[in-house]
């Protein structure tokens, strides 16, 4: 069995919301502080525009850059680390992809990046899960499941 050049991580998550009010919540900074621990990101959402998660005291946690966008349907990003040794392994690419299903909306996150057994993609393993039911919750209830701020260390 060989092993694969790329880690990837795969999440799958049903919303009760519309893909209008999803789009929103994960773009538009004022959302975005709610349910990624005071992290907010900062970019003006067009193709080929930088983009960058930001902690509340102004420290740059992750950034890139827009390389597809189809609101409210589909973003790509192309995304790395900035605040850790993780930001050795480079760059990454997130497609970010929200779907009507019913009543809900299905939002699937592949995150993707060139380096065997990624130590960044097992980070984004434990923490995809963490951000995005914080955000379902806070869509579905208007409340956070977890308030934890996020520093960097």
Known sequence: ???????TFVYVIFIRTTPEQLWAALTQPEFTRQYWFGI?????????A????VFADGRVADAGEVIEIDPPRRLVLKWRNEFSELK???????????ETV??????SITHTIDQPESKFIAAVSTGWPRILSNLKSLLETGKVIM???VTAG
Request: glycine share 4%.
């Open 147 to 149: 308030e934890t701020k």
């Open 40 to 48: 907010h990101q900062e970019c003006d959402w067009t193709a080929g």
């Open 88 to 98: 050795s392994e480079g760059y990454s690419r997130c497609a970010i992809e929200l």
């Open 102 to 107: 019913d009543e809900a909306v299905k939002l």
């Open 1 to 7: 069995m060989t092993k694969s050049a790329n880690s």
């Open 50 to 53: 930088t983009w960058r998660m």
